[in-house]
Structure formats: structure tokens, C-alpha cells
């Protein structure tokens, strides 16, 4: 399990992230989350949407970056997040025996331990039962995600991890995936497979489970090491 706290104190550091989560909540902005050289769970910000989207990312699936951190970025930060000084560096690829050991070693034991405290990301360990499309706010579509974690509990949440968009791009038809989309990407995935899962800033009054934040599915990792 990673933990969300971090070794950081005032003076920025150098380190080593490999991306577990990637998404892109607006065409300018992106969100990047994973774990660093020491196991712990960082969010670093700002990360424009060209960083991970773009023909020469600095974060990748599989693949660690290089990176100066400094202390949170604004008040009522959460445990994960650091601001990013300058411009990281993709380095290493990680073979996919290595990425399922940091899988196995990052994984917490349900959505509630994942969340656990004031944590924010964490990795689970999930089935998969449906993916779908559904029309939201302002008439966008949005991936939905239902998958059971350990304690046998199923969930149905927004999908917005940038492999998963980039799959299903030219899969949505009439508000709905394309079946045989739909049926090879959880064909790939059957069996177990690991979720990061994250919380937005908070949008409504504090509940008791999400502390009035939206959980997300922000990645997902096939069992043998793999990013959807």
C-alpha cells in the first residue's frame, strides 16, 4: 500500500514518478498522479494537457519521469499534492513484470482504505463488470465505469483515465459504445484488474464516505502490468 503523506518538506527535491493516473479535465489543463521513488502517492501541478497528450509527452503509462517538487501549491491542499518546478523528464520504461510489482505494492484493499484519512488517490485491486457511455452536463458523454472491489462492493463512476478516452474515442454512437468496442476492451480485462481512483476537490456539503468530493476512476492497469 502507498501511503498519500509525503517525505517532502519546505525545500523542493528531485525525484522519479511513475504515472498511475492521467486525465484530462479541460483541452488545456491535465491532472497526473502515481508514485514516486520513495512509494509515496504525488499529484504535481500545474501539468498543461500537451504534457500527457501531446506527440512528445513527459508523462507516460509504464514509464517514469524525473521531477523537482516543491511544497502544495495553494491551501487546503491534499496529501497528494505538490507543486512541479520546471519541466520533468521522461525517463525509463518499466518492463511489465517491474510495473505489476509497483502495481501489487500500491495497491490498498478497497475503495474505503484507498480514501482512507484525508487521502485522495489510491490504487485498488477490481472486476470489471460494464463500461458505458452516458450523456451529462452541457450534453457531454462520459465513460462510466461498474467494477466490485475486494470486499465484493460494486461501484458505477465517471471514467475519465486518458487511455481508456482514447480507446472508446471513435466508439460512442447515439450515446452508446460501439459493442464490439465495448466487448474487446473488458475481454482484456477480465479477471482482476487495478483501478486508480481519485476524489475532486470537493463539490457539495461533506459526506460521511467522500468527504462531498466525486470518486473517479482516473487508470486502469491490466493484471499483467499494462495500462488499458
Known sequence: MASGAHHLGEAPIETSLVPLA????????????????????????????????????????????????GPPPRDGARPE?????????????????AHRRLLDRAADGGV???????????????????????????GRFYLRLVFDDASGETFDWILPDIAAVGYFAEAVADGALAADARRCWLDAHRGEA??????????????????GCNPLVVGVHGAAGGAA
Open 112 to 138: 474505503d482504505a484507498a480514501f482512507a484519512g484525508d487521502r485522495s488517490a489510491g490504487l485498488i485491486r477490481a472486476r470489471l463488470r460494464d463500461v458505458y457511455a452516458r450523456r451529462h452536463t452541457r
Open 194 to 211: 487495478f483501478l486508480a481512483i481519485g476524489l475532486t476537490l470537493p463539490t457539495r456539503a461533506p459526506d460521511r464516505r467522500f468527504r
Open 81 to 97: 499534492d505538490r507543486a512541479l518546478i520546471g519541466r520533468p523528464r521522461l525517463s525509463r520504461s518499466l518492463s511489465l513484470a
Open 22 to 69: 492521467m486525465t484530462l479535465p479541460s483541452a488545456s489543463e491535465a491532472c497526473v498522479a502515481g508514485i514516486d521513488d520513495q512509494g509515496a502517492w504525488v499529484r504535481p501541478s500545474p501539468v498543461p494537457a500537451h504534457w500527457i497528450a501531446g506527440p512528445r509527452p513527459l508523462f507516460a503509462y509504464r514509464r517514469a519521469s524525473t521531477l523537482r517538487l
